[in-house]
């Protein structure tokens, strides 16, 4: 069942995780904690137990000591063979300081007569599991995306003629069938030529709801066919759908470093040197200074040696960069680099595309108003006759709405398109013109004396006739300005000798816009602009309605790209939010270009630093909220760890650091805490309606 494939698919992402803690390094370290046990035991517990077995170089050597080289053999192995290597190579990194430390607490216990084999052992187990935590820490910062790559089945059932077949993946081709049975996976990108159902997108868009599709609608490797029986055609094969993409741009962000990356990885440069010269100088002057003994002095110099390792530090950054990424990938948004989410928790202001950002971008019949004794049907079923031929948005959204009303088709003749005015064709013979108000001018209407009356709130008027100001309609000064005043473009549809009605088109306003701009506003974005091609009076009333602090109309491409200019020598940074096709040259300007309905479209993959998968606008402030958190989280982590390791290693003369607590709390302790705060960025969720 599925059901069931679904908790074996987690249980390997699980079984991977945890196969960390059963790896032969995993179990040599198990070991080694075994004998540091043993030794203990002997050493603090049961001394009458712990007796001299040999003598080495004139010191003596007890069985707790003979534990201790036991565990240092089984958990140093790695360290040491990693230390041998960097050595070789001159570099100066953790395996060779830890390397280091080991065989000198060794040659120490030797030299002076002082057995340091306790701290010897100590060191390579609790640093072998301080490795074991870090593999752990990326592996599950990286869940998210792990769950990702498990979405698409390994399996697909294609259709056959007249029977079907289960083939892999890999094997299905483009232009196959395969057939999606309520409850499976979609194995592969595709169109649905068959079937009507309800599909789960969450794992590509985020979408919570899932949406419906029917023949002619893309689907998505990945998502899951809710209820219905579906035959889809494949149009990308197995490692080019829209997942696979994903998870290997995800993949390639997290080698994108961040400006906070390339500052730690520089810092440690310098930090890793200035601390083992720290250990040698208080090797060397503690006995003088402090007037420690020489044993002591060693220790303290070894201890240092292992604070001069700044793992915790290091993964600070990265460990939160993947968690931020991956979290965003699992909510669909698609982040195509570190520090592309850096600069997005830096932005000041946001610049917003109208068409298709703000807006559905598809043209939508919002009113019909019918005139001189004709009903909106009648309005509808003349503007539908005039503009089934043409290729016009306008007509072709008028077309629909008369389709979804129901209303009949008529026979036309002699269509004629008027360009840049309207249309003209017979209807019954008679000819009829659907077009801007400028067009019946031409024909000889008055508009600005319009005989009408009012008769249950629908105005009707009757063309070329005397009327007096009681009963007149001005359809130049007052109907028509009033409709485009709310962003609507006017259709007049009549005869030469009558009006019979007004059809308003416009670009459906997206319900999410307003709430999204307040939300933002409410974040901390200091301003929003509304940038757009489209005439002042239409970008004026979608502004006033989605509540940008501004908006520039008008624009051409070089303009919209000017306008981003200057509003990033104004602002500390900057997101253009735009469809990823039509705005390509602003998003590439902006600090931020973030591309609205990426799914499935190669373009918006390639333009954008940022993708929203689905056509959700509501997704931009969990982006900026994360965005924010994630420079927050990287922020506490770089001085968290930095701090913890500078007030261990200035204590440590003074003899307040043992060498344990040196690699518990600043090594395997700090990566823990660094890990667990970055994990804090998967709370953060999208806003649903119930939120």
């Given at each position: 069942t599925d059901s069931s494939s679904d908790e074996s698919e987690g249980q390997n992402a699980t079984e991977e995780r945890e196969s960390i803690w059963v790896s032969p390094r995993a179990l040599k370290t198990w070991i080694s904690g075994g004998f540091v046990a043993l030794g203990l035991l002997l050493e603090f517990f049961l001394t009458g137990q712990?007796?001299?077995?040999?003598?080495?170089?004139?010191?003596?050597?007890?069985?707790?000591?003979?534990?201790?080289?036991?565990?240092?053999?089984?958990?140093?192995?790695?360290?040491?063979?990693?230390?041998?290597?960097?050595?070789?190579?001159?570099?100066?990194?953790?395996?060779?300081?830890?390397?280091?430390?080991?065989?000198?607490?060794?040659?120490?216990?030797?030299?002076?007569?002082?057995?340091?084999?306790?701290?010897?052992?100590?060191?390579?187990?609790?640093?072998?599991?301080?490795?074991?935590?870090?593999?752990?820490?990326?592996?599950?910062?990286?869940?998210?995306?792990?769950?990702?790559?498990?979405?698409?089945?390994?399996?697909?059932?294609?259709?056959?003629?007249s029977s079907t077949?289960?083939?892999?993946?890999?094997?299905?081709?483009?232009?196959?069938?395969?057939?999606?049975?309520?409850?499976?996976?979609?194995?592969?990108?595709?169109?649905?030529?068959?079937?009507?159902?309800?599909?789960?997108?969450?794992?590509?868009?985020?979408?919570?709801?899932?949406?419906?599709?029917?023949?002619?609608?893309e689907v998505y490797a990945g998502t899951i066919n809710e209820e219905g029986y579906l035959?889809?055609?494949?149009?990308?094969?197995?490692?080019?759908n829209t997942l696979s993409r994903i998870v290997e741009m995800v993949e390639d962000a997290q080698s994108n470093?961040?400006?906070?990356?390339?500052?730690?990885?520089?810092?440690?440069?310098?930090?890793?040197?200035?601390?083992?010269?720290?250990?040698?100088?208080?090797?060397v002057g503690s006995p003088y200074v402090l007037g420690t003994t020489w044993p002591t002095a060693v220790v303290y110099g070894l201890t240092l040696l292992v604070l001069a390792c700044p793992c915790a530090f290091v993964i600070s950054t990265p460990v939160s960069v993947v968690s931020g990424i991956t979290s965003a990938a699992k909510n669909g948004v698609l982040i195509k680099g570190g520090n592309h989410l850096e600069a997005m928790g830096s932005v000041d202001a946001v610049a917003f595309d109208k068409t298709g950002t703000l807006t559905k971008g598809e043209l939508t019949v919002t009113d019909v108003v019918p005139l001189n004794e004709n009903s909106e049907e009648d309005v509808l079923r003349?503007?539908?006759?005039?503009?089934?031929?043409?290729?016009?948005?306008?007509?072709?959204?008028?077309?629909?709405?008369?389709?979804?009303?129901?209303?009949?088709?008529?026979?036309?003749?002699?269509?004629?398109?008027?360009?840049?005015?309207?249309?003209?064709?017979?209807?019954?013979?008679?000819?009829h013109f659907a077009g801007k108000p400028g067009l019946f001018e031409e024909l000889g209407f008055d508009l600005s004396h319009v005989h009408a009356t009012t008769d249950g709130g629908v105005v009707r008027q009757t063309a070329r006739k005397i009327c007096d100001r009681n009963n007149c309609l001005d359809l130049l000064e007052e109907t028509v300005p009033k409709l485009q005043s709310e962003g609507k473009t006017v259709v007049l549809v009549g005869t030469e000798d009558e009006l019979?009605?007004?059809?308003?088109?416009?670009?459906?306003?997206?319900?999410?816009?307003?709430?999204?701009i307040a939300r933002l506003r409410d974040l901390g974005v200091s301003r929003t602009v509304m940038l757009t091609g489209d005439n002042e009076r239409t970008a004026r009333a979608i502004a006033d309605q989605v509540g940008v602090d501004e908006y520039r109309a008008e624009l051409l491409p070089d303009e919209k790209v000017a306008a981003v200019e200057e509003l990033i020598e104004e602002h500390e940074g900057v997101a253009m939010v735009g469809d990823g096709i039509n705005d390509a040259p602003?998003?590439?300007?902006?600090?931020?270009?973030?591309?609205?309905?990426?799914?499935?479209?190669?373009?918006?993959?390639?333009?954008?630093?940022?993708?929203?998968?689905?056509?959700?606008?509501?997704?931009?402030?969990?982006?900026?909220?994360?965005?924010?958190?994630?420079?927050?989280?990287?922020?506490?982590?770089?001085?968290?760890?930095?701090?913890v390791k500078a007030g261990l290693a200035l204590a440590v003369p003074f003899g307040y650091v043992p060498i344990w607590l040196a690699v518990l709390a600043g090594d395997a302790g700090m990566t823990m805490a660094v890990t667990g705060n970055a994990m804090r960025l998967s709370r953060v969720e999208p806003e649903t309606e119930n939120n």
């Open positions: 712990n007796v001299q077995i040999a003598s080495l170089l004139g010191t003596e050597l007890f069985v707790a000591d003979g534990l201790f080289l036991v565990a240092v053999a089984f958990g140093g192995q790695e360290i040491l063979r990693n230390g041998y290597y960097s050595s070789r190579n001159l570099n100066l990194d953790i395996d060779f300081l830890m390397s280091v430390a080991i065989l000198g607490a060794l040659i120490a216990s030797l030299a002076f007569g002082e057995a340091l084999y306790f701290e010897a052992a100590t060191l390579a187990f609790l640093f072998s599991i301080a490795e074991l935590l870090e593999r752990y820490s990326m592996d599950r910062a990286r869940n998210s995306l792990r769950e990702l790559m498990d979405l698409s089945p390994d399996e697909a059932t294609v259709k056959r003629d077949e289960t083939v892999p993946v890999d094997e299905v081709a483009v232009g196959d069938v395969v057939v999606v049975k309520p409850g499976e996976k979609i194995p592969l990108d595709g169109t649905v030529v068959d079937g009507e159902s309800a599909v789960n997108q969450a794992p590509i868009t985020g979408e919570s709801v899932p949406v419906d599709k029917a023949m002619g609608d035959e889809v055609e494949v149009t990308s094969e197995a490692g080019d470093k961040t400006e906070r990356e390339q500052f730690v990885e520089r810092f440690s440069a310098y930090y890793t040197p200035v601390v083992v010269a720290f250990a040698i100088l208080t090797t003349c503007a539908r006759g005039l503009e089934q031929r043409s290729e016009h948005p306008i007509g072709e959204a008028i077309v629909a709405e008369a389709g979804s009303m129901g209303v009949d088709e008529r026979d036309i003749d002699d269509f004629e398109s008027i360009t840049g005015k309207g249309v003209r064709a017979d209807l019954g013979g008679t000819p019979e009605g007004i059809v308003a088109v416009a670009d459906e306003i997206r319900p999410e816009a307003a709430r999204t602003a998003l590439a300007t902006a600090t931020v270009g973030i591309a609205m309905g990426a799914a499935g479209t190669d373009t918006a993959l390639e333009t954008a630093d940022i993708a929203l998968m689905g056509d959700d606008l509501a997704k931009l402030p969990y982006l900026y909220e994360l965005a924010n958190d994630a420079n927050g989280v990287i922020r506490q982590n770089i001085w968290a760890s930095l701090g």
